[in-house]
Nanobody, 114 residues
Framework: QVQLVESGGGLVQAGGSLRLSCAGS????????MAWYRQAPGNQRELIAR???????YYADNVKGRFTISRDNAKNTVYLQMNSLKPEDTAVYYC????????WGQGTQVTVSS
């Protein structure tokens, strides 16, 4: 049974930092590209970062230079280090991978106060 469990969300002031974690199980973690999406109220879910199986990262323009995605295949965990947070980063953040279909975690709330 595939599981993705996110953690690390919370309330932070603008300019602060948070690190999100996503622990995967039930699939071959190291062979899959892993991604982070987010969804703010009234908005569509958007891709913000992806890390391929070889460690190559991809970032959306609105987080490039502030967020860093990384993975530890030995721990079946993907991370999202978020620095210089802005109020517009407020959203529910989801871990994701695709293997024919999309798999999602339950999400973790990130709230950035101004």
């Amino acid at each position: 049974q595939v599981q993705l469990v996110e953690s690390g969300g919370g309330l932070v002031q603008a300019g602060g930092s948070l690190r999100l974690s996503c622990a995967g199980s039930g699939f071959r973690f190291g062979r899959n590209a892993m991604a982070w999406y987010r969804q703010a109220p009234g908005n569509q879910r958007e891709l913000i970062a992806r890390i391929f199986s070889d460690g190559t990262p991809y970032y959306a323009d609105n987080v490039k230079g502030r967020f860093t995605i990384s993975r530890d295949n030995a721990k079946n965990t993907v991370y999202l280090q978020m620095n210089s947070l802005k109020p517009e980063d407020t959203a529910v953040y989801y871990c994701n991978f695709v293997d024919i279909i999309h798999y999602w975690g339950q999400g973790t709330q990130v709230t950035v106060s101004s």
